[in-house]
DNA sequence: AACCGTTGCATGATATAACACATATCAGTA
DNA sequence: TACTGATATGTGTTATATCATGCAACGGTT
């Protein structure tokens, strides 16, 4: 055996039985840590957060904490902290006397975000577009057609997730962790609206495929500023669409 | 008595109990409502919060909930949101094994925090300077003075509390609630930090003033432009003092 | 019929208990 | 002396109990 025979080759003064083992790589080359599976308050957070974006959550909804508790199958503690957490990201709403609802995205609201969106997107597009590596841009392609075809699919549900998608691929691309996180937040306050009036805005009309081409375009040729301008195009069209649709 | 007289000249078709009563506004007029104590744990975050913002707290500092508790005189539950809450906001940060500590500001970091602001903080002076009321402009007026006066006193402390006044006074203005309180994160982010490194970076010699002065004279003359470039100058001067001081 | 107070139920807030895990301390052994 | 293993302590996580509050249904009064 192989074992026994490279032992045998060892320095003599190795006398230990710990040494007498064949030379090996050190241990954490060889053992993967642990899968530590994360809290269930954390698991219920992110629970909520794709229910969110899926629009399994109207605008104007109650979410008690009993219910969420009762329905993800976890105690008070843990849905409590998950509701706390949107509801400081302000994902959700504090209504009156303490009650938690998925916020009702007004005009004014929706202007706002999309006024800090259209910094800080451009931002991150700036910056990501000179990050961005070929691998990254070619799952930007492959998003990029999947988009398209859930559009004339008219699968609305499916084509918004790959619009997210699509974007936040240029967004991450920046590395830069904070802002990430701002726009990330920045567009779950805005999807729960989004789902509901998305098929209206898709029958009037939405040129986003043609913004993502040119995005696409841009990031080949490594120009930053067309990139902004693409991103912001496309974040100023949705806007023009949404803010008629939108209440008072 | 001038009730009295008043009652009697009311008109005599008044025949029950509640309308010889003299007239009255509305009851909401007099009545103002109820003092509604802000929940435990909202206390817990706020005092957390002014404690960051002090330097009360200094970075690698380790936060156990049982402290927290303890010294606020709270059970484990509103210590906890309220660790939690700032944890969702990246004002302090998980350790290992889930310990919640004050974070370290790396170089990286803070350059990534202030690209962020150099744009958020530009937006809402844009706005603000437009919406800044006559009121608000005395106000800031003082703190102007006040923020000089601390500073050459070498009140380091005061000085930051009052530079801080004086921006939020800028982007308050603007009348944007979201922006607002991303803006408000962002400078929590840097807080502890700055506190720790400001007597140095005082030293080091700060052209704050000069750029406070720009900011009122911008706002006097309703000169959004110019605001802007007064407000990203004053921040591009810390940023070039405080980034030599930071670790990594 | 309209109004109003009462009662019971659901809910959020808080405290507390129970549990698993990590670290520190310390004694025993090579 | 250096290292190993056991124990104690502290901590985060989760569940549960308790309390005050808000709301809705109900029934009585005018």
Redesign the interface.
């Known amino acids: 055996m192989r074992r026994a025979i490279q032992g045998e080759a060892q320095p003599i003064e190795a006398g230990s039985a710990a040494e007498r083992q064949p030379p090996q790589r050190a241990l954490t080359a060889r053992l993967r840590p642990v899968n530590r599976p994360e809290?269930l308050?954390d698991q219920a957070y992110r629970s909520l957060r794709t229910a969110l974006r899926r629009g399994a959550l109207s605008p104007g909804e109650r979410l008690t904490t009993r219910e969420i508790a009762a329905t993800l199958g976890v105690s008070l503690t843990p849905a409590r902290?998950a509701l706390?957490?949107l509801v400081?990201?302000?994902v959700l709403e504090q209504g009156p006397d303490?009650t938690v609802i998925v916020p009702i995205l007004t005009r004014d609201?929706y202007e706002?975000?999309c006024?800090?969106r259209l910094?800080?997107e451009g931002?991150a597009a700036e910056i990501g577009c000179t990050k961005m590596t070929a691998a990254q841009l070619a799952r930007m392609e492959a998003l990029y057609t999947a988009h398209g075809e859930a559009y004339r699919r008219r699968a609305t549900k499916d084509a918004l997730r790959l619009n997210e998608d699509f974007h936040f691929m240029i967004y991450g691309a920046a590395g830069?962790?904070?802002?990430l996180?701002?726009l990330e937040t920045l567009w779950l306050?805005v999807g729960p609206s989004m789902n509901l009036l998305f098929p209206v805005s898709y029958d009037a009309g939405w040129k986003g495929g043609r913004h993502h081409a040119a995005m696409l375009e841009a990031i080949r040729r490594r120009d930053p500023k067309a990139l902004v301008r693409a991103v912001q195009r496309d974040l100023e069209d949705g806007r023009a669409v949404l803010k008629r649709l939108l209440p008072e």
Request: no cysteine.
């Open positions: 809290t308050g902290e706390n957490r400081a990201e302000r303490r609201r706002e975000l006024v800090i910094n800080l931002l830069m962790p904070s802002l996180q701002i306050q």
